[in-house]
């Protein structure tokens, strides 16, 4: 889904779908809370009160504005039939957001998960070399010691950690 913010309805956003087909839902309204609904544009337009429209780029004055012959004109073919795709042009300023709501926040956690996990590949280094010094050096998943003393000292660590986990 490709939508356009193009407006505002007290605290929630309004957004236009630029690929719904003819008969498709092409609104989404978002809440504060991450929830989505979605419904046509036309009629959430027609009854919402407060609606604040954007008039920011090509695009918004395309939708915005009313067109001379509003039931016979290109306006109506694309906005309303949709026989007619969004010209190119004007969408070039428009933000375009694939991910609304609950989609934005599993992208959001997905991509914090992934920079902890590159984060970690550094901070291996970094624990090799402040926390355990010289004993313990990682090369993947094999941990050599500089010294059998060191080997027996971390095997009895390892079996005291393994009695307290359970």
């Not at 407006?7 to 309004?14: C, E, M, R, T, Y």
């Not at 039931?71 to 007619?84: D, G, H, L, M």
Request: proline share 3%; glycine share 8%; charged share 30%.
């Amino acid at each position: 889904m490709k939508a356009v913010l193009v407006g505002a309805i007290h605290n929630d956003k309004l957004y236009y779908v630029i690929d719904a087909g003819p008969g498709d839902n092409d609104a989404v309204v978002e809440r504060p809370n991450g929830k989505i609904v979605k419904g046509n544009f036309a009629a959430i337009v027609s009854k919402a009160s407060g609606l604040k429209k954007f008039r920011t780029t090509r695009f918004h004055r395309l939708l915005w504005d009313k067109p001379l012959n509003p039931t016979n004109s290109a306006w109506y073919k694309t906005f309303v039939t949709k026989e007619r795709d969004i010209p190119e042009k004007s969408l070039e300023e428009a933000t375009i957001v694939s991910a609304l709501g609950t989609s934005k926040a599993k992208i959001k956690a997905k991509d914090a998960r992934a920079g902890l996990f590159l984060s970690g590949i550094d901070t291996k280094e970094l624990v090799e070399k402040q926390c355990c010094g010289q004993m313990v050096k990682s090369d993947g998943i094999v941990y050599t010691f500089d010294t059998r003393q060191q080997r027996d000292e971390a095997w009895v660590a390892m079996q005291i950690m393994r009695e307290l986990e359970g």
